[in-house]
């Protein structure tokens, strides 16, 4: 193993006089790369939607969008008005005139649904007329009485229209599936599809789906500021107006999300900079590592945005996250390089020194983290498969800009001998005074070895017992702060008027008119009694909708519009009659609830926009209550925001043993043979995983849950402390075999790395906390519990790895 470091030592010496030599074309190749990459940059998407949590191949996924292709999007935009008064007068006039306005003016829009035209079904003799709720417009008192009869008799309208006590009523807009941008029209890219030809053109649907997702949640953004403004400019809505539905969640997210991932940059570029002038005291020793650092993230972001990948939630800590990590690598070559020409080296010498010892602890380290990272490519999550695949990319590149654009530049950079660095390296109050703390740390490992080791053995057994009760964790809504319009709307739409998320179920007979019998409607009307009624926790179901629904409305407009034929007829025939008397009256809402052929229907329950976790029991419950009333003979698909929610939890779970289990595999065998001895390599890992251990039971003791962000915790930190274990004994490695004594060992480690571990673990807490300046709130989390694992794991390497190693050859 000696050999093998020392042929790779020369290596990278032979690779410092090559780019002193080459200076000029290294640095014109390496600007020319990371040009060509930022050219891709304004290609970057942003994804903060739902489905954007699953990878495109996810089953989920996949029935969602064939639902999509068949009925159009699940979700929409909820206004809710809450007027002293909704049948007056005074406020029907401002909703026809903010009816109309937003019909006229909102970009992309399908479909706008308030009193003004909401459907209402009457039979006039033997015709069946179907019309605008207001389609004549009500002049007095007695009409205005009238309409109001009118909206409270029919089911259709209760938490939809209009909210059970009449104080609050809606607009409802919907939205395109897709949307071309090259076009305002507003008009689907995949419309009109021929039923027979569905199964053929749904693998082709749903690659243009994928590639259409963030362009049509910017139209997203476009749609919620159009409505926005409209509303802003009707100074005659003196009463509370409320925004809700997951268009508009999303918007808001992806807005936070922008402005959080500036001001994380901004912070880790400054903190960075912090750090580099108190260790450097050079203008060069704080902007050449600020340089490779910055074309590494263009770069990153810019083969991102070529393979098309969007940043997502999770990924967006991404940026941030290469700045502070990235920078590692130049620090240690800029600390030798600096020392070896304050002590009068030429600058191709220092530089052939600073690679040739650096250069194997820097491939080591690139290795480590890039294996930590690289186990979340394989999670069902993905944008954490994203960080998984660009993360390790980006910390290759900084490896790579470190070795080839640093020493030119350098090489190139005039500096005096005293200048760079000359405090951090002479001041003898300043190191002093950490050489006493890290001498003082490794005193105590060295006289109080048991005891530290029973310490950390107690800690982590508790903290071992406390892992089994972590919960998982999914509500988007409650990311947002507390004071955030749409979180308080969400929260009063769901109240009252019962719900903002729908779980959608399709009901596939397979076979032509399935949907024509009686004693099938039958069950599914049981059902939608059944989902009405319950109530469990904070799950409830605001309204159960199905092509029953508007049989029952068609039945009794067809009979006087006598509430007691609000039914299902017994006959086969009549039922067809009926519906074909409707698809003739002009409507097309028919196409929402069944497909043409009348084999396939659509079942939607209204839900409130809760934790995902809770939806669970009821799926559950929902599923097997609707095999049986249907006894099998119709293929039940569920889908829709709340299945893809559920979907999302359960891929955190499996994303998250899959990439502990990934990342503690791939790093223990990384360390045994980076380290080069079986035992030494194990024991190296104890020191790893200790914080990690910790911080989890951390967690169930405060009650955090586990979520999208606080899930990667684990393996990042694992990837990032395991770089300071390296140092650490690969170190000690080198001074036990020169003095043959544990002890003193320890203590010139800790002497010598001891003060580079410390600055590398304080800058990378440091980038973590940045997070906690967050707007989203499960941002702040995952920025305070990482910024503390590499604390603890600071402490580990500082304290208990010198304990192992003193207890472990000590008694060899």
Not at 87 to 93: A, C, D, G, I
Not at 695 to 706: A, K, N, R, V
Request: net charge negative; with cysteine; glycine share 6%.
């Amino acid at each position: 193993m000696k050999r093998v470091t020392k042929k790779i030592n020369r290596f990278f010496e032979s690779l410092g006089d090559f780019f002193y030599v080459h200076k000029y074309v290294s640095i014109i190749t390496m600007l020319s790369i990371a040009f060509a990459l930022g050219l891709q940059l304004p290609g970057l998407k942003v994804d903060t939607t739902i489905e954007g949590f699953l990878r495109e191949d996810d089953p989920a996924l996949i029935k969602f969008y064939e639902f999509r292709k068949q009925f159009g999007r699940d979700d929409a935009i909820i206004i809710a008005l809450n007027p002293p008064d909704i049948f007056s007068l005074n406020f029907l006039n401002i909703l026809k005139s903010l009816h109309y306005e937003l019909e006229d003016n909102v970009p992309y829009l399908n479909e706008i649904t308030s009193m003004i035209n909401a459907r209402f079904t009457i039979g006039r003799g033997d015709e069946l007329i179907v019309e605008d709720l207001l389609e004549k417009w009500p002049e007095d008192e007695t009409q205005l009485e009238i309409l109001r009869e009118k909206v409270f008799a029919n089911p259709l309208y209760k938490n939809t229209l209009i909210s059970e006590d009449g104080k609050f009523t809606t607009i409802t807009i919907k939205i395109e599936s897709f949307i071309n941008d090259e076009t305002d029209s507003g008009t689907s890219e995949l419309q009109d599809f021929n039923d027979d030809l569905f199964e053929d053109e749904l693998s082709e649907y749903i690659t243009d789906a994928e590639e259409t997702t963030s362009q049509s949640e910017i139209n997203d953004q476009k749609i919620i500021t159009s409505i926005k403004e409209i509303i802003s400019d009707h100074r005659d809505l003196d009463f509370p107006v409320y925004l809700s539905g997951s268009p508009v969640i999303n918007t808001e997210l992806t807005e936070a999300m922008q402005r959080d991932m500036t001001l994380f940059m901004g912070l880790a570029i400054l903190v960075i900079s912090i750090f580099l002038y108190i260790l450097f005291q050079s203008w060069h020793g704080v902007m050449l590592p600020l340089l490779v650092v910055i074309l590494t993230l263009i770069s990153t972001l810019g083969l991102m945005a070529l393979s098309g990948t969007a940043i997502k939630l999770p990924s967006q800590i991404m940026p941030s996250f290469l700045l502070v990590v990235c920078v590692c690598d130049s620090v240690h070559i800029l600390a030798i390089f600096y020392r070896s020409v304050m002590e009068g080296r030429e600058k191709q010498k220092a530089l052939r020194e600073a690679l040739g010892h650096s250069g194997t602890a820097l491939l080591m380290t690139t290795v480590t983290t890039s294996g930590g990272l690289l186990s979340f490519a394989n999670a069902d999550i993905a944008p954490v498969a994203d960080i998984g695949i660009f993360g390790p990319v980006g910390v290759l590149l900084a490896f790579i800009y470190t070795i080839v654009l640093l020493p030119p530049l350098l090489s190139i950079i005039p500096m005096k001998n005293s200048t760079p660095g000359e405090k951090a390296y002479n001041d003898k109050k300043g190191p002093g005074i950490i050489d006493g703390i890290l001498t003082c740390f490794g005193n105590m490992a060295v006289n109080y070895p048991k005891t530290i080791i029973g310490v950390s053995l107690g800690l982590l057994c508790i903290a071992i017992a406390s892992i089994p009760g972590l919960t998982l964790s999914h509500h988007p809504v409650l990311w947002l702060p507390e004071n955030a319009e749409v979180r308080r709307a969400t929260e009063i739409v769901d109240e009252k008027l019962k719900g903002t998320s729908t779980l959608e179920v399709i009901l596939d007979t397979g076979e032509e008119n399935g949907w024509y019998d009686p004693e099938l409607l039958q069950d599914l009307n049981r059902m939608s009694a059944y989902a009405e009624s319950y109530s469990e926790g904070n799950v409830f179901v605001g309204q159960a909708i199905s092509l029953v629904d508007m049989l029952k409305e068609i039945n009794q407009a067809l009979h006087e519009n006598r509430s007691d034929f609000y039914t299902i007829p017994e006959d086969r025939n009549l039922i067809a009659q009926e519906f074909l008397l409707f698809e003739n009256s002009g409507s097309d809402d028919l196409e929402d609830l069944v497909d043409s052929q009348f084999s396939k229907s659509r079942f939607s329950l209204k839900l409130p926009t809760i934790d995902a976790v809770e939806y669970t029991g009821f799926t559950n419950i929902f599923e097997k209550r609707l095999i049986n009333e249907l006894n099998g003979t119709v293929e039940i698909t569920i889908t829709g925001i709340v299945a893809l929610l559920l979907r999302t939890i359960h891929a955190m779970m499996i994303s998250m043993i899959k990439s502990y289990t990934t990342a503690l595999i791939v790093i223990s065998i990384l360390m045994i043979i980076l380290l080069g001895r079986l035992g030494i390599g194990l024991l190296s890992m104890i020191p790893n995983l200790f914080p990690i251990i910790l911080i989890l039971g951390i967690m169930e003791w405060f009650h955090i849950s586990l979520d999208a962000f606080t899930l990667l915790i684990g393996s990042i930190a694992i990837g990032l402390v395991v770089d300071d274990t390296i140092h650490f004994f690969n170190n000690f490695q080198f001074f036990y075999d020169r003095e043959g004594d544990v002890r003193k060992a320890v203590v010139l480690t800790l002497q010598s790395t001891g003060r580079a571990v410390l600055f590398t673990s304080l800058v990378l807490s440091s980038g973590f906390f940045i997070y906690m300046f967050a707007s989203l709130g499960n941002l702040f989390y995952f920025g305070l519990l990482t910024g503390i694992t590499i604390l603890l794991a600071l402490c580990a390497d500082l304290i208990l790895a010198p304990a192992l190693m003193v207890l472990y050859l000590e008694k060899r």
